[in-house]
């Protein structure tokens, strides 16, 4: 099978972190493409830059010319995710649905570290829309923006330890979700240094995606995510000179 792995910013170094990441937990025959958008900011850490990256993300899906069998949205607390869904007949997986449900299965109660704390309330919104909000013991912010992730990576790790650290012992979490894209691959680490189980929620979104495509499920399209009613829609999808097709998203 082959899954698209969409990053939310135009950071391509970010990307190849992010496919990485996949690739070390997909199944063999799974094939993991990144992707990054055309346009948008090159980090996600608002609204404004959210909303940016649910347009670009959906443009740099519905451009791409090859069969595939999942989409991976590799954005924490990110907007989208239900547009991708109206748009595409396969399965389509938000890390930070799948990170949140993960933990559920390994403790009573999850917390989440991620970058700035203006992201804090967005992710928040994020969980509670998904209905995954209940057993979420705290959303902390590490302080580190996202591109800091990569430049330091040391300090990034002892950050996301510290906030870890204070979720188990102030919060009561007993699982830590590690609430940004750019965190990927980090996991280990943190769980060594915390002694709780940590997701990747890109790790996490790839098995979910390989388990619902093996299991030939995908979106229900009965009446909230059903396809987009055929109307006049200006500019849409967005072309530039390198794109060969605009034709409807490609499907497994």
Same mark, same amino acid.
């Given at each position: ?5 969409a990053?939310?910013n ?7 972190s992010?496919?990485?990441q ?17 346009f ?8 404004f830059?959210?909303?940016l990256a ?5 443009d740099?899906?519905?451009?791409y ?7 991976i949205q ?13 748009l595409l007949?396969?399965?389509v997986?938000?890390i ?10 390994? *403790?009573?109660?999850? !917390?989440?570290v991620? /970058?700035l704390?203006?992201a804090? &309330?967005?992710?928040?919104d994020?969980?509670k %829309? ?7 013991a705290?959303v ?35 699982v ?10 980090l996991?280990?680490q943190i ?9 990747d ?7 979910i995606a ?5 299991l *030939?499920l995908?979106? !229900?399209?009965v009446? /909230?995510?059903?396809?987009?009613r &055929?109307?006049?829609?200006i500019g849409w999808? %967005? ?7 605009a ?6």
């Open positions: 099978m082959r899954i698209l792995v990053n939310v135009t950071t391509q170094s970010m990307t190849d992010i496919a990485a996949a690739r070390s937990v997909a199944a063999p025959g799974t094939e993991i493409i990144g992707i990054t958008p055309r948008g900011a090159d980090s996600c850490e608002g609204n830059e959210s909303y649910a347009i670009a993300v959906m740099r899906v519905v451009n010319t090859e069969p595939f069998d999942a989409v590799a954005g924490y607390g990110e907007h989208g995710r239900e547009g991708l869904q109206e007949d396969v399965p997986v938000d930070t649905e799948a990170a949140a449900s993960t933990a559920m299965f390994l *403790g009573h109660k999850y !917390s989440v991620t /970058t704390d203006r804090v &309330p967005l992710i928040e994020r969980l %829309l998904a209905g995954l909000d209940d057993r979420c705290s902390r912010a590490s302080g580190m923006a996202v591109l800091e992730l990569e430049e330091y990576p040391d300090r990034a790790v002892e950050a996301i330890v510290e906030q870890a650290e204070r979720a188990v012992r102030d919060d009561k979490a007993e830590i979700v590690l609430g940004c894209g750019g965190m990927a691959g996991d280990e769980r060594q240094r915390c002694g709780v189980p940590v997701v929620g890109v790790a996490a979104a790839v098995t390989e388990s619902l495509v093996r *030939g995908s979106t !229900s399209k009446r /909230t995510y059903a396809t987009p &055929p109307k006049t829609v999808p %967005l072309t530039t000179t390198d794109t060969t097709t034709d409807a998203p490609a499907a497994h």
